[in-house]
């Protein structure tokens, strides 16, 4: 019987995309199937509502259920007699059935976060916003009356979109209130979150240990506090003195952020009014204490963080930007202008094995030249386009003010703007800017011609502004009394000045654990640091945490003509790989090299190593066509290519005599948007040498072969139906924010076969809509290679921080549950979304005899005692460093619907590590989101469009 129950899927998967994607709640529109049993199927499934079958019958029991009588609960709705009753619907006629499925979910408050108020450097008003560039974001309920119709539609179409006008969350995961609603649900998509599962057993315990200290605090309880005044005062030091005038009432042992106070007593009253005098005006201010809520000491997150920032404070560091940093010990490097600034990074935090201190060793890299004289010598470069490239090196980059110590984010350049220009100071003067730096800081400014730096404040102290009804501030910064902070990429470029950085920044795990005893040491050894401590009754242990690990099983390599071989302890095969043969390979037999008439004889020494090389890997090489330029202009490569290009061209190979972004960017645009076609640009030094041209030609053969088409190796994978997707999103700060989703979708039961798409987001648009597009994509053409869905998804989310964990589990999901609808009612694959962390500070060392440590071998993993309380986390090291120490990845589940076991998560995480083919061993992070990043990358700095569908089942950003 066609269409009915479970029979619909067949016939719902005989069409091919007649009609278009539609939004969740849309109508799709009626038309009627038809299959043959045993009827092969020839084409991909269909998006769109399939009018019969188990969706619709549960929509029309739901709505019978709605038309019942609020006092005739136990009446039982009748199923219309045209459909036959499937399984299920027995349960769903009984008396007070709840008339939500697993699907309906309330959902926990988000926090709201509260902007602080800080001082900073003179600010010009700004017009402000108007109302349409303002986004509100409005929690929705997933409960209630006037969403029951919503619900209806949705539960008779199968979709798990979000119904209604549901607005996400803020980008920093936090959804603001509104009145008589304090908890934002939403109706369809609802985090499926398994509770926390037990540690997994694979593997053999490995001995280790991670920068964490046990905290141990006292029982009593502690009062929180809010504090206002009236007037409102925006100066936090100020905040912090007035209230600090009352010390007799408030007492000695407190910690105070100039909004929230906490203290280790009740002050008596629900409200404690104090007056003060404001020494700048004399005017009476009103401080009002409004006692809050009583806390545990385990729940004093917040308390503790503020506590060990003020220690950190005595000790006589300095905060930049969110850590702290010890100037008097900095460590210059003359020959590249630099120095290098120890520090510390400090946080308090509650975890599976209780309150604990995260602590670890960290450098701040400083330039000592000042922004204005990286101005003087990019107009000395080029004096015509002086402008454009003082906005491409100096927009989007952080400074640092040596005078307060403050970094920013420089988002414009005011060139009608200079220090003689004026603006209003607190008190109404008119001030220039040279007299408010000689005034408050002593600053002298020499140049009077400079144009002034722009940072626009956070999007948090916007909106507090907007709150108080002033117009949009920015703060002007003077390019002179400015430097910048962390590595441009011309730095990252140089291997010469990353060579002598990494001397003084990786610092290998034995240093790195004296370096957080010398912290605790520090701390004792201070009296009033101890003080600090004591007083708040906490006690630090003696020494980080050991945990108890486990390493996981070392992968077998499967290459061409059916050889295999370890991985090895380091996981590094590519010694093992040069005397195999690649799993498929790819004939070159139409291809052209391009090279200048000056590295012409590195060109052909290049084709005769590639002659020889290829066939040892089973790649059968033809001579291509070769060209020589008279000059290395940008019009010059890509006038040849485009009169060349042809259908059977296969690749074309750049040689460029230097690295230069603007003819790179030329020549990917080219050959991978407007005359798609596998490209590969290589810069004439790399082959220059000839000791390593033979190593230095086979890795760029491999990547030939990637990009062709061809597999390298691959691992055994157990999980059958299995699509493993990755997704990153590279930000542009040189286009206004505009940003970039990548996402990359293996096609095949090994992941050795992928399929590429991407995606751009404006600003004040969702990114997640684009990402929708590219999964309905990725998911048809699944279904071209295999003939069949995927019964199970896993996505691996990178470029998500901690306060984007909510957004994603309870919004992202819900987006990509609904392009699920599209290819039926009943297909509903398991789903699970894995946000991958490499930004972190957690290091796990391996403990060694004596208490010595070391970094850990690949395939340890920890996934209890620092993991989150509340979420399904595990830690996993990849990868195999030879300098400083490694880096574990944070693997956060935050939505599962599959029956994957820890064990198996794990493993499948590893192996998907050693996936990716521009490198012979493991990498940080599973294949997928290196590939997405890659793809990102390119389009974002070099393409700046879509790339051609062409190319997207094959690895052309490699």
Known sequence: MAGYGRGGR?????????????????????????????????????????????GQ???????????????????????????????GLAALGAAGAAPF??????????PVSRPGATPSPPRLSDSPPQESQVQKVTPHHGQGDDQTAGVTQQMGKMTVGANGHISPPGRNGHVSPQEGKKTPEYSAGVTHMKPKPEPGTAGKPFAAAANYIRIQVPDHAIWQYHVSY??????????????YEHSEVIGRVRAFDGAILYLPKDLGNKVTTFKSIRRSDEREITVKVQQTRTLESKDCVQLFNIIFRRVLKILDMKQVGRHYYIPGRSVPIPQHKLEVWPGY?????????????HTDASHKVLSN?????????????????????????????????????????VDDIAWDKNPMSTFQYHNSEEMTFADYYRKTYEKEITDMGQPLLISRPKKSEQREQQKRGGGLEVICLIPELACTTGLSDDMRADFRVMKDLATHTRITPEKRHQVMLQYLDSIRSNPDALAELTNWGIRLDNDILPVNARQLPMEKIFAGNNVSFMAGPQADWGRDLGRARVLTPVNLNHWMVIATKRDSSKAQEFLNTMSKVCPQMGIKCEMPMTFELQDDKTQSYISLIRDRINPQLQLVIAIFPTSRDDRYSAFKKLCCVEAPVPSQ??????????????SVTQKIALQINCKLGGDLWHLDIPLKGLMTVGIDVFHDPSRSGRSIGAVIASMNKVMTRWYSRCCFQDPHQELIDGLKMCLTAALKKYHDVNHELPGKIIIFRDGVGDGQLA??????????TSCFAQFGADYMPKLSIVVVQKRINTRIFGVLQGSRMDNPPPGVVVDHTITRRDWYDFFLVSQHVRQGTVSPTHYVVVYDTSTLKPDHMQRLAYKLTHMYYNWPGTVRVPAPCQYAHKLAYLVGQSLHKEPSLELSDRLFYL
């Open 57 to 87: 019958h549960l929509a029309q029991l739901y709505q019978q259920m709605q038309q019942a009588k609020p006092g005739e609960a136990g009446a039982a709705p009748q199923a219309s007699p045209s459909r036959p009753a499937g399984r």
């Open 369 to 409: 030249e000042t922004v204005l004289e990286q101005m003087r010598e990019l107009y000395r470069r080029n004096k015509n386009t002086f402008k454009e490239e003082c906005t491409r090196h100096i927009v989007g980059t952080i400074v640092m003010t040596r005078y307060n110590n403050r970094t920013y984010r």
């Open 101 to 110: 499925g697993r699907g309906i979910a309330a959902l926990g408050q988000q």
């Open 345 to 357: 990074i400090v946080a308090v935090q509650e975890y599976s094995g209780g309150l604990m201190l």
């Open 10 to 54: 067949g016939a719902a998967l005989f069409k091919l995309l007649e009609e278009p994607p539609r939004a969740p709640g849309a109508q799709a529109r009626e038309s009627e199937t038809s299959a043959e049993t045993g009827q092969q199927r020839s084409s991909p499934p269909q998006p769109g509502h399939v009018p019969t079958g188990r």
């Open 230 to 243: 009236d007037p409102p005062i925006d100066n936090r030091r100020l905040c912090i003195r007035l209230l």
């Open 807 to 816: 957004v994603v589990a309870e919004y992202e999901q819900a987006q990509f």
């Open 681 to 694: 640009a290589i810069i004439a030094r790399t082959i220059g040498q000839p000791q390593k041209l033979r």
